[in-house]
């Protein structure tokens, strides 16, 4: 079972050798790192050229300039391992990150879409209390998840045979962690796994959304829309 790494970068210079420096060791021959860059205008691309010297398994190609969602599901037409984890570029992964995704698909080979837990960490990589699970209250569910959406990004990883079917995104406003999410909570082919792989860090730039009551309706609608329409399309 191979991996493909997809991170999706823009202006990380501050963070990413770290995040490189905890991943790429723990490769195999076969797993790969794709980073998809969405126009930096930092050295960001140079950090990752030059670190690319000493490692053939990564490959640097252009995000789609519309955001990182769009940039995430662009990357993985461009893939080649069986098993695609989505990678923030300033988080840091734990030593046994891979190995337990790789377990955990090759032990439950009907899941098609993993989410694990995670720690937290500050600017400085210093850890902090908590962990996301705790804080989000994992649950299963198409419309609790809907509602409210317990799925993080960055601790993600799904099978490329699902991933595939379901790209490119059909809105570059739809949130790729809750639109692929939805789709294996619609087919009940989801898993939550209670290790914290990564540290996710908070440093003050962190994205996030603040929607209005109406907003937020809207949002869901939406993306309620865009999920059903999509799932239709790829089973005709």
Request: charged share 25%; hydrophobic share 35%.
């Amino acid at each position: 079972m191979t991996v493909s790494v997809l991170m999706a970068t823009y202006n990380g210079e501050k963070y990413i050798k770290e995040q490189l420096d905890s991943i790429v060791p723990y490769f195999c021959d076969d797993d790969e790192l794709i980073v998809s860059d969405d126009g930096s205008s930092d050295s960001t691309l140079e950090i990752v050229k030059e670190y690319q010297k000493n490692c053939p398994m990564i490959q640097i190609t252009e995000g789609e300039h519309m955001g990182s969602s769009i940039n995430f599901a662009s990357a993985v037409p461009k893939s080649r391992g069986d098993i695609l984890l989505f990678c923030d570029q300033d988080d840091v992964w734990m030593p046994e990150k891979l190995a337990a995704v790789k377990k955990a698909f090759d032990e439950n080979p009907q899941i098609e879409l993993l989410m694990h837990n995670a720690g937290y960490c500050d600017a400085e990589g210093n850890i902090v209390e908590g962990d996301i699970f705790s804080r989000r209250n994992p649950m299963h569910g198409f419309f609790q998840n809907l509602v409210h959406s317990t799925y993080y990004g960055c601790c993600m990883a799904a099978k490329r045979s699902f991933l595939i079917q379901y790209v490119p995104l059909p809105d570059k406003n739809v949130p790729y962690d809750q639109f692929f999410s939805l789709i294996a909570e619609k087919k009940k082919t989801a898993m939550f796994l209670d290790e914290r792989l990564i540290l996710h860090r908070y440093h003050g730039k962190n994205q996030s959304r603040k929607m209005s009551n109406a907003d937020r309706l809207k949002f869901r609608i939406t993306l309620w829309k865009n999920v059903q329409l999509t799932m239709r399309r790829v089973k005709e």
